[in-house]
């Protein structure tokens, strides 16, 4: 049944991804600077995540849906609605960018690259795993949202040395860029940073140590 929750959530994720995405569209036309785009989207990712967090979980990126849904921390009916949220949040964000600009976003298509695809694992790896850090340990809404925008920031910064550092493939759709190693990258990067959190590092997984 689709409870006002589930509604206030899967809403949530469509708007928090399409406030990054959209963010993400403006900055691919004023600057190329990596620093500068990394330091602007994980000030935009915090600021949602404080704002949506306690509501949705604060995913905002079908990778991270997929590696929560992988480590069996999200439901199936649930991941499959936030997986069409975001996706949706960032075509939303294309069209609405192309209207407010009045010029249309061009098409990036590029053959797979092996060397992109590491990139963004590995950036992706890097912010999933603080967002799943985050959420594991129930911190407040203000930690939870410097963790996400500071590995947000961490992420880009290293994706970028090979790859545009999108790490999120709802990201990828609203710029258009047309190249599974944008997809997949995020996806793997996402499922083994999850998984290995909560197999090796979680609260749960880590003994707590008792003073004699």
Known sequence: MFTRFRLASTLAEFLGTAALVLIALVLSEITPV???????LAITLAAIVFIFGPISGAHFNPAITFGMWTARRIGTLRATAYVAAQMLGGLGAWQLYQYLNDKAVPAQ???FNTTIWLAEAVGAFV???GITAAISRAVDSLQWAVTAGATYFVGIMIASTASAGYLNPAVAVGLRSWNAAYVLGPLVGALVAVNLYHLLFSPSAVPVKRKR
Do not use: N
């Open 34 to 40: 990596s620093y500068f785009v990394a330091t602007s």
């Open 109 to 111: 298509s590029v053959t």
């Open 127 to 129: 912010l999933a795993l």
